[in-house]
């Protein structure tokens, strides 16, 4: 896929897990939320993996291990081993394992995921800048991090040992709702250090590359619900994406998105890995998508017609990317988006 300016979603007559060799899923808002499984993602993923598929778990989410996330996906009906999981934590100790030598100590500020991921690439993590580490890492550690570990990492970085970050998503989806995420932690150590981390995760090549380093992926399609991370990282990776409306990304934020952060694909959820995608066609002055027509006027989107809310939502990205170009959508789109329910 080049990177040129997206002005529609694109159609695939094939249902995208047979056009697709491997999906490449976020889990927090996508699969899951507050640990709970999202609506019919375990049926579309056991479907999507009993026609050849493969599925691949792919978080910026650093706290757990490989083996604990393949463990709560099979609890929750999806078998997963720890070799079909991708964290940043392995990203970033990769990084970090480029520029120290074997052996070193690398102050963690996070949770077990960064310390199995370090001790993987041979390095060993430690608590204290006291410790005399020669990097510091910092990804996410759930609500019970401490303050602390903040200060640790600040009194290391003040005496000139280089910061890694997992990952900067400023929120995470939760079973309550959005929550800071590991990019609003590292705020708090910019802020007081002046510093600048070297970060892995996604949108960022570095997790681009372990992931297709672990899973081998030669046609992969990304599937996430963030713009910022999962649906940039596809771009910079030049690979398709979907992205799935069960998390972060809202209709309105769509429309808005820049070139850069615009799908190749848009569903409901992830019953759009196991069918075609419908395509979105130039209609006179405007586009066409199932029963939906949108002009794009002036001042706002006008919707027409009747159909499927999502099919709706796709006419309306292909006006209103067409009329902002590569800026985002200036456009009011807020009446439309409220016909369709999103």
């Not at 609506?39 to 691949?56: D, I, K, P, Y």
């Not at 066409?288 to 809310?309: H, K, M, P």
Request: charged share 20%; net charge negative.
């Amino acid at each position: 896929m080049s990177q040129t300016v997206r002005t529609r979603p694109e159609g695939s007559a094939r249902p995208l897990s047979e056009a697709y060799d491997t999906a490449l899923l976020d889990l927090d808002g996508v699969v899951y939320a507050g640990g709970r499984a999202i609506a019919h993602a375990v049926e579309s993923l056991g479907t999507a993996r009993s026609g050849g598929m493969h599925l691949a778990y792919v978080t910026n989410n650093a706290l757990r291990t490989p083996d604990a996330v393949a463990a709560h996906l099979t609890e929750l009906g999806i078998p997963a081993e720890a070799s079909d999981v991708v964290t940043s934590a392995q990203a970033v100790a990769r990084l970090i394992s480029e520029q120290v030598p074997g052996g070193s100590r690398v102050l963690v500020v996070g949770g077990e995921g960064l310390r199995v991921a370090l001790r993987e690439r041979g390095l060993a993590p430690v608590e204290s800048a006291d410790d005399d580490p020669v990097a510091v890492v910092q990804g996410y550690g759930g609500p019970e991090l401490a303050w602390g570990r903040f200060a640790e990492a600040c009194y290391a970085i003040a005496r000139g040992v280089p910061w890694f970050a997992s990952n900067t998503d400023l929120t995470i989806p939760s079973a309550r709702g959005i929550a800071p995420g590991n990019g609003a932690a590292v705020e708090v150590v910019r802020i007081a250090t002046g510093a600048e981390p070297q970060v892995a995760g996604k949108p960022l090549p570095p997790m681009h590359r372990e992931t297709i380093l672990r899973t081998g992926a030669r046609r992969p399609l990304v599937v996430g619900d963030r713009l910022d991370t999962d649906i940039e990282g596809a771009f910079n990776g030049e690979v398709d994406s979907l992205l799935v409306l069960t998390g972060v990304t809202d209709g309105a934020q769509l429309l808005a998105a820049p070139v850069h952060h615009r799908p190749t694909y848009v569903d409901a959820d992830l019953r759009g890995l196991l069918t075609g995608q419908p395509e979105v066609e130039a209609a006179g002055d405007g586009f066409r998508c199932g029963g939906w027509t949108v002009l794009a006027g002036q001042e706002r989107l006008e919707l027409t017609g009747d159909g499927e809310a999502v099919d709706g939502l796709r006419a309306l990205c292909a006006a209103a990317w067409t009329a902002a170009g590569e800026g985002g959508c200036e456009l009011d789109g807020a009446k439309a988006l409220a016909r369709l329910g999103l």
